[in-house]
T-cell receptor, first 113, second 111 residues
Framework: EPEVTQTPSHQVTQMGQEVILRCVPI?????FYWYRQILGQKVEFLVS????????KSEIFDDQFSVERPDGSNFTLKIRSTKLEDSAMYFC???????????FGSGTRLTVV | QKEVEQDPGPLSVPEGAIVSLNCTYS??????FMWYRQYSRKGPELLMY????GNKEDGRFTAQVDKSSKYISLFIRDSQPSDSATYLC???????????FGPGTRLSVLP
């Protein structure tokens, strides 16, 4: 069964550092998303990406965040200057036409110290 | 009022029990309803989806949507210890691409 692959599985970074989280979507899916889940809290929408541009973003997705699909395969989330409160699980999800639900990756656990 | 609400649990049941998990929501425009299962430190896994109102059955799982009451349910028959996980409901309207998730209900099925 096709999978969404995320790397790294766990990243520890110092406050103020930049991090890039990577996702390899399912090959024929066209819609890409980032969600985050702070420990013990609900899954929160960050951003959706379609046709090489952001189609929707939440209030959480401020100027510190950016997304891109640099090489047509990887889908990345960059946090420019991490804060302690950015510590969370970050999930990439993809969505194919004709389907109803996302396929999620296993997530990247980001720990900001 | 939060957009999607779930009882966070934990809900503990003996093996073989019928489990009922529920979500309520406030946005009457929601049309697509999903149930995801999330094991600890893993990504959510799609279990069931329904469009608009009605029931859907898949093996031991049944999803119900009552749009008039803004209430959805997931029933698990003959529950197994492997069903122990957090169950998330998620929903969206016809136009938005992103799903709104409930906070999840933690289920423990005891052998």
């Amino acid at each position: 069964e096709p999978e969404v692959t995320q790397t790294p599985s766990h990243q520890v970074t110092q406050m103020g550092q930049e991090v890039i989280l990577r996702c390899v979507p399912i090959s024929n899916h066209l819609y890409f998303y980032w969600y985050r889940q702070i420990l013990g809290q609900k899954v929160e929408f960050l951003v959706s990406f379609y046709n090489n541009e952001i189609s929707e973003k939440s209030e959480i997705f401020d100027d510190q965040f950016s997304v891109e699909r640099p090489d047509g395969s990887n889908f990345t989330l960059k946090i420019r200057s991490t804060k302690l409160e950015d510590s969370a699980m970050y999930f990439c999800a993809t969505f194919g036409t004709g389907l109803y639900g996302y396929t999620f990756g296993s997530g990247t656990r980001l720990t900001v110290v | 009022q939060k957009e999607v609400e779930q009882d966070p649990g934990p809900l503990s049941v003996p093996e073989g029990a019928i489990v009922s998990l529920n979500c309520t929501y406030s946005n009457s425009a929601f049309q697509y309803f999903m149930w995801y299962r999330q094991y600890s430190r893993k990504g959510p896994e799609l279990l069931m989806y329904t469009y608009s109102s009605g029931n859907k059955e898949d093996g031991r799982f049944t999803a119900q949507v009552d749009k008039s009451s803004k209430y959805i349910s997931l029933f698990i028959r003959d529950s197994q210890p492997s069903d122990s996980a957090t169950y998330l409901c998620a929903m969206r309207d016809n136009y938005g691409q992103n799903f709104v998730f409930g906070p999840g209900t933690r289920l423990s099925v005891l052998p």
